[in-house]
């Protein structure tokens, strides 16, 4: 065996982000580990990994689609799969997997296993989804961000969890200045912020709740920094001109260190790892959990939040008039509370897990025996 240690998974900044900060505590205590990620064809995929520095080869693995067009896809896209990874463990000779979470984890750790590779999975949500039940099975570790998971795991596999936490980027450990910050960012240091965030790709019923909410509020004293999504920044930054209001809108940021450095109260989805960055950063929050997966998993994670004052839950009606209605009393008491949003800062900060990367990389560590 190498030194290599794969990172399974992609798609999304929820499922790289937890990646790359293992990488990065793994070298840094072993400074002869040789990171690769078996990441998706997406376009985040490079973008996030691009910069990091780390090798990654894009897997040809499809998300299943309930439909029988869609399953034999991803069954052909699972096969051809399964010969990339063939080829890279002849090559790397890879001493353990980490699985990220979703479809694109699947072939490498169900693969690795069964070849008697060591192989681990971070399960960050609070409910674990389809691919992480299914790998089950075949990881001997599976770090976990809530020690609420516990309820939604067989027994069987209670031995395999360790409670981690999320792991988040090393420059959350220490913001930048606000002051500076700011100025990066284009805002007034003496405004409070308040940031409107779907996640990595944006959230449209997020933003069209919002923009009808911020419409009728007073906001005297705020800068309001909105990052969009791709897809969605222009419309967003459209709304804002025809209603008035000075925004920053942003499409797509990875420097969220300086997003959270100058947040005095977000408005946020709750996948797992925008609540590890929240409680890691102390920042309180209102999430609004996305509403179309079928186990509402983000609803989960929003309630641990909730349950311990760290966060306002608001249910996405999937409707901009009644989510604006719902927002608007919310946004209305908390952006002129400032104690209350201290309290809520404090209790998030109680919550957050800034060695989880450590831990989930001296996990790894072990299992590939560094």
């Known amino acids: 065996m190498s030194d290599t240690i794969l990172f399974a998974g992609g798609g999304t900044g929820g499922h790289l982000y937890p990646g790359v900060s293992v990488a990065q505590a793994l070298v840094r205590r072993w400074p002869q580990a040789k990171p690769l990620f ?24 499809l998300p299943p689609v309930r439909s029988v067009g869609g399953l034999l896809g991803f069954w052909k896209s699972w096969r051809e799969t399964k010969d990339l990874l063939k080829r890279a463990i002849r090559e790397h000779q890879p001493a ?8 694109a984890a699947g072939p ?49 596999y209670h031995d395999k969890l360790v409670m981690t936490g999320c792991p988040v980027r090393d420059d959350f450990h220490s913001l930048p200045p606000r002051d500076e910050a700011a100025k990066r960012l284009g805002l007034d240091p003496k405004l409070h912020t308040l940031t409107i965030t779907g996640a990595s790709q944006g959230a449209q019923t997020v933003n069209e709740g919002m923009l009808g909410s ?13 990052l969009a ?13 025809e209603l008035g209001i000075s925004a920053i809108v ?13 947040t005095d109260l977000a408005v946020a989805r709750s996948g797992a790892s925008t609540c590890a960055e929240l409680t890691a950063c102390g920042i309180a929050s209102i999430l609004m959990p996305y509403p179309f997966h079928k186990d509402m998993h983000q609803r989960a994670n929003a309630q641990v939040l909730a349950d311990a004052n760290a966060a306002v839950l608001i249910d996405d009606a999937k409707d901009r008039k009644i989510n604006a209605a719902r927002l608007r009393p919310v946004l209305e008491s908390l952006l002129y509370d400032g104690p209350a949003r201290e309290a809520m800062a404090t209790a998030a ?22």
């Open 229 to 241: 999504g791709k897809d969605h920044a222009a419309a967003v930054r459209l709304a804002y001109r």
């Open 96 to 103: 353990a997997v980490l699985g990220l979470g979703g479809y």
């Open 214 to 226: 911020l419409a009728t509020l007073k906001l005297q004293g705020w800068n309001i920094l909105h």
């Open 38 to 61: 078996l990441c998706t064809t997406r376009t985040i995929d490079e973008t996030i990994l691009g910069p990091t520095g780390f090798a990654f080869v894009k897997q040809p693995i």
């Open 349 to 370: 900060k109680s919550l957050g897990r800034l060695d989880a990367a450590d831990a989930v990389a001296a996990d790894l560590a072990k299992l590939a025996g560094f």
């Open 108 to 156: 490498a750790v169900k693969y690795c296993a069964e070849h008697k590779i060591p192989a681990a999975i971070v399960n960050p949500d609070v409910l674990p989804g389809k691919a992480n039940q299914f790998l089950f099975k075949y990881a001997s570790r599976v770090c976990c961000q809530f020690e609420a998971t516990r309820r939604h795991v067989p027994a069987a």
């Open 250 to 262: 942003i499409d797509f940021t990875p420097a969220m260190n300086d997003i959270w450095a100058v």
